[in-house]
């Protein structure tokens, strides 16, 4: 009877654990301002689309690949991830010293910073435009190109669900959400 008892309760406890951990992982992607997981999708239609595809170690250090289809003839590949001060870092296996910093979640309203810190042509100056709990728009400046310097663009996300576009769906963890 004893042996029960201690089974049963290392059950119990075990059933706690695991229950406690699924919860932090589906509270992660809640708390993200770009959730990540292999089958992650932001989808237009069938000609424009993101879908997070795998993982890469870049540096040691894990990243998600992102696969882009764009008007249905043009694609690219990205590799993105989320670093310890909450900062969307992006970078390539074929270029691992480059990194790109696309968002910097933990920032203030009116705070700048330089996605590459390069003062090169793919430099942008970054300034948070808004925020709120749910929110974040970043402004992106080519301060150092010629030509575009002074025509920002703003690029917006919503928490728990990434980009915040016109999509006609997206698939966060498994769950799919329609206009």
């Not at 997070?52 to 690219?76: C, E, H, M, P, W």
């Amino acid at each position: 009877m004893k042996k029960i008892s201690t089974s049963l309760s290392l059950i119990l406890v075990s059933l706690v654990v695991l229950s406690c951990q699924k919860k932090k992982v589906e509270n992660a992607a809640a708390d993200s301002f770009l959730p990540m997981q292999i089958g992650n999708l932001w989808y237009m239609n069938a000609q424009s689309y993101t879908e997070i595809k795998d993982t890469v170690r870049i540096n040691k250090k894990l990243f998600y690949q992102f696969y882009s289809l764009v008007g249905g003839d043009a694609s690219s590949t990205f590799y993105l991830r989320m670093d310890e001060n909450n900062k969307l870092i992006e970078s390539y296996p074929d270029d691992p010293t480059r990194t790109y910093i696309r968002a910097d979640f933990n920032a203030k309203i009116g705070e700048k910073f330089f996605t590459t810190g390069e003062k090169d042509e793919n430099d942008n100056e970054v300034t948070v435009v808004q925020k709120s709990d749910q929110e974040m728009t970043f402004s992106f400046d080519p301060v150092y190109h010629p030509n575009l310097k002074g025509h920002p663009s703003e690029v917006k996300y919503i928490k728990g669900k990434g980009w915040a576009e016109k999509y006609q769906k997206i698939k966060i963890d498994g769950v799919v959400y329609q206009k």
